[in-house]
């Protein structure tokens, strides 16, 4: 059970890819914003379908969330346009392994700061040392 | 260009895990996929209205292109439902390194066989090198999350005695 759950998370992992190696190629064709459209406007109402059968009944509104948090529909665009542009031109390989990268730099300066309402923890030197290895490997990736 | 491109991709990265974080944060109060439908929905919304001022003519529509282009959001849907589903059953720490694992290893196939019509970059030495470098980095991220995921744990078991 618990080997079938890693798998599958592995097959996400992998879908996440999937997804960036077809909007490149999808971009240079129709354009990156339409590219880009196609993923929120599917997602959208695939989403949509989840929240109406899956949500719990009494979740409380939208509305009565502070405004911020709902900051992530504009955020999620931003990362979408930049793996249409950039997968045609360095790969999929080196655009993830730059992700990452900016992933890992990010949770470091998130958990420094306490931003987002998470709670302030001191920077993680195992982190750092991560860092310092995938910044090793995009390195070597831009060398071929 | 390629390295205002990766630089890009860097930028990226920040901005999704600035997303993340937002998101887990209206998840926790509305529930994962009311709050996966408005990061969609919001997303749509500005994508329209950025393609309606910004996005030049081109010869081909999304309508125009074969049906399997357009199937990029049903590879990211899934991810976020297995993530609800297996998160809590095998912990955070392996989660996330498994996601890391599929991202990677599917990106070098598609890169080295040019799949879904990307331009083939073949496996060489250096991208075996980038491949070592990125399981030890792996290492130090499992470590990292399994002793955060302990700390919280810890808190909140002292918050429940008090």
Redesign the interface.
């Known amino acids: 059970m618990q080997l079938l759950l890693i798998l599958l998370v592995v097959a996400g992992g992998m879908g996440l890819s999937v997804e960036a190696g077809l909007l490149g190629p999808l971009g240079s064709d129709v354009g990156d914003l339409w590219a880009t459209f196609s993923i929120f406007g599917v997602g959208a109402a695939l989403t949509f379908l989840l929240m109406l059968f899956f949500s719990p009944r009494n979740s409380p509104s939208y509305f009565t969330q502070p405004a911020w948090t709902l900051l992530g529909g504009i955020l999620g665009p931003v990362y979408v346009v930049i793996l249409t542009v950039a997968v045609p031109s360095i790969g999929i390989a080196m655009t993830m392994i730059g992700i990452l990268a900016g992933q890992v730099s990010k949770s470091l300066v998130i958990d420094h700061f306490g931003l987002f309402g998470t709670a302030h923890r001191k920077i993680d030197s195992k982190r750092i040392i991560a860092l310092i290895f995938i910044i090793a490997a995009l390195f070597l990736m831009t060398k071929g | ?2 390295i205002l ?15 993340a ?3 887990g ?2 998840g926790s ?3 994962v ?16 209205l ?2 309606f001022f ?3 003519k ?1 010869a ?3 309508l ?2 074969p049906k ?16 609800v ?2 998160v809590q ?2 912990g955070a720490a ?2 996330t390194v ?11 196939l ?2 080295h066989f040019g ?5 083939a ?1 073949h496996f ?1 030495m ?2 075996l ?3 070592i ?2 399981g ?3 290492f ?2 499992y ?2 999350s399994k ?2 995921t302990i700390s919280t744990e810890k ?1 909140s078991q002292t918050s429940a005695r008090s």
Not at chain 2, 5 to 19: E, K, R
Not at chain 2, 33 to 48: H, K
Not at chain 2, 98 to 108: D, E, H, K
């Open positions: 260009m390629n491109m990766i630089i890009l991709a860097v930028v990226g990265g920040a901005v999704l895990s600035m997303q974080a937002i998101g944060k209206l109060h509305v529930g996929f009311r709050s996966a439908f408005l990061t969609f929905s919001v997303g749509a919304l500005v994508t329209a950025l393609i910004f996005e030049s081109h081909v529509t999304l125009d292109v399997w282009q357009l199937l990029g959001a049903l590879c990211g849907v899934p991810y976020i439902v297995i993530m589903v297996a059953r095998i392996v989660a498994a996601v890391i694992f599929g991202q990677l290893a599917m990106s070098m598609i890169d799949w879904l019509g990307n331009e970059i060489s250096t991208r090198g980038a491949v470098c990125l030890i980095a792996l130090f991220i470590s990292s002793a955060k808190v």
